[in-house]
RNA sequence: GCCUCCAUAGCUCAGCUGGUUAGAGCGCCGGACUGUUAAUCCGUAGGUCCUAGGUUCAAGUCCUAGUGGGGGCGCCA
């Protein structure tokens, strides 16, 4: 029987073994330091000559990066440690030992190809470690959400005979000699049962041929498709803002340790706890556009400011290497050259991040300016509109054109439907779509032939609103997404253990 | 699909307007030293400067094409 470093605290002053890997070691003639993984956490244990002998010293001096063996030896209180606590370690044992372990200690001085290709160990670091985490506890708090609420959790099916939302990006695969695809939503499935069950939510993977080599795209992801029968789109936007308030809280009680060593800024996180404001669409492109402005802030003006600031800082960095690369030349002690030879180094990365801004913020602000009602917003409109907020926004009441045939007309304007969606703040968009269903089946019937969608395969459907059709709502939710949010994480390729996206199927 | 930036050591990068023998940090290996926290110090090894053409007395550096990658947009959650 061994032990878990995240429970270490209870054998204070007592004998422990844990088992796990070597995250980080420091050697010296008497001691090895190893930082040991086990899954559970990270700890600091300490291998000392006189308390192991001479022949197990000898076996722990051949330990590098991510061999793997056991250790026992007594919990000792350390506060300058992480997690609090250390093991002095009487013996150990070496299951494996690795050698040349090609992902160093601090990730980020890899380039994301050399970490893509080995996400079978990048999965070990410590960041990756805590995005699983929370990706976890992010699950956990979506079940747990609407378990308490009655909803039953349904499995669509991922083999499907149907497009919901048009064929061209679906992937399509052969079914016994039939064409299938696999599944982009399960709302549709959702929809029967809730006809059945009341209050239902799926949650599965989910595929999208889209060939988009984006931040915010993947080919294969997780999403969660809650289904209610007798609701509006009021109640189903209560719903959407009770349940993201109660899934990022869940993160912030229960993965402090994660988001600490994601470097995640919490107080901007907890910002959820306020109401969210609800934008209506037309609302939403004054606003865009800088003709309306929120809590007297302009998102023009926003976008300049960002711009101005990029500038200065690529000067002011510019400044700060010049001066300090003139320092080193005149000659310093060798530890002050490697701080500063470090410090310009990070500075370069930033202006190189700045340069990036100066070249795309004129274009964001030119799509914003010349935004046309009507018209679905882009990535950047998104970060645009966002960033005029500091909690998550919802927008509805869409244009009926850009949105699906099944979302329902509001009363007296056709041109517009009952969708919403959640835009996440700190510019990560688009977490959460849904919509208050349509319940007329005359309408969904001229809605079907005006998208070109094959009616014969929606007959299952239609029969939904030929026997006892009621009002319904319901939203779906981009897993990765809001694992992105949670974890302040530039790209959705870190939110999935294995991603599937455009040009990456392996490992 | 479009726009844009980039490709130099195992990794991350520097190399100004072309100019002799291409550099640093980290990692590896060897050594010293230390209750160490991305430890520190000394040393060794390690490069066909992505590929193919071109300009030039001279190309890592300039030009063209190709290949590969980053970022943005489009399409979307």
């Not at 969708?419 to 005359?442: F, H, K, Q």
Request: proline share 3%; charged share 30%; aromatic share 10%.
């Amino acid at each position: 029987m061994h032990q878990y470093i995240k429970e270490i605290g209870q054998h204070e002053g007592k004998q422990a073994t844990l088992k796990g890997w070597v995250a980080n070691i420091r050697e010296s003639k008497t001691n090895i330091f190893v930082v040991l993984r086990d899954g559970t956490g990270f700890m600091q244990c300490v291998i000392g000559l006189d308390d192991v002998g001479e022949a197990q010293f000898e076996a722990a001096k051949r330990l590098s990066l991510e061999s793997s063996l056991a250790l026992t030896g007594n919990i000792i209180k350390d506060e300058r440690q992480m997690g609090g606590y250390e093991l002095q370690a009487t013996s150990l044992e070496v299951y494996g030992y690795a050698k040349d372990y090609p992902i160093k200690v601090n990730e980020n001085e890899h380039g994301v190809r050399h970490l893509a290709d080995r996400r079978h160990l990048w999965l070990r670091s410590k960041r990756q470690w805590a995005i699983m985490r929370v990706r976890n506890e992010i699950k956990m708090g979506i079940h747990e959400f609407f378990q308490d609420r009655g909803f039953m959790q349904m499995d669509a099916p991922i083999f499907t005979g149907n497009a919901c939302e048009g064929t061209t990006t679906l992937f399509a695969t052969d079914f016994f000699g039939d064409e299938a695809f696999l599944s982009q939503s399960g709302q549709l499935y959702g929809e029967a049962m809730a006809m059945a069950q009341g209050l239902i939510y799926t949650f599965g993977p989910t595929f999208r041929a889209e060939k988009s080599d984006t931040p915010r795209h993947l080919a294969e992801f997780w999403m969660i498709e809650p289904e209610m029968a007798f609701y509006d789109n009021e109640m189903n936007m209560d719903l959407i803002e009770a349940f993201i308030k109660h899934v990022i809280n869940r993160v912030l009680e229960k993965c402090k340790v994660e988001l600490e060593a994601l470097d995640r800024d919490t107080e901007a996180l907890a910002k959820v706890n306020q109401e969210f404001p609800r934008v209506a669409y037309t609302d939403s492109v004054k606003i865009l556009r800088g003709e309306m402005e929120v809590n007297g802030k302009n998102a023009i003006a926003v976008q300049e400011a960002d711009l101005a600031a990029a500038k200065q800082g690529i000067e002011d960095n510019l400044k700060d290497i010049a001066e300090r690369e003139t320092a080193i030349k005149a000659g310093m002690k060798k530890g002050a050259r490697k701080f500063n030879e470090a410090k310009i180094a990070a500075l370069r990365k930033e202006i190189a991040i700045m340069e990036e801004q100066v070249r795309n913020i004129p274009k964001w602000i030119e799509s914003a300016r010349n935004f046309k009602d009507g018209e679905d917003f882009g990535g950047s409109d998104e970060t645009v509109l966002t960033r005029v907020f500091d909690s998550p926004v919802m927008v509805y009441n869409w244009p009926t054109k850009i949105k699906a045939f099944y979302m329902k007309e509001v009363e007296g304007d056709p041109d517009h439907v009952k969708g919403v969606d959640l835009l996440a703040p700190e510019g990560y968009g688009e977490i959460v779509g849904g919509s208050e269903r349509e319940t007329d089946i005359e309408i969904l019937l001229r809605k079907i032939k005006e998208h070109e969608l094959p009616m014969e395969e929606f007959e299952w459907y239609l029969d939904l609103r030929r026997f006892g059709s009621v009002p319904h709502a319901g939203f779906g939710l981009g897993l990765e997404r809001i694992v992105r949010w949670c974890c302040d994480l530039d790209h959705l390729r870190e939110t999935i253990p294995f991603p599937r996206r455009y040009g990456r199927l392996l490992p």
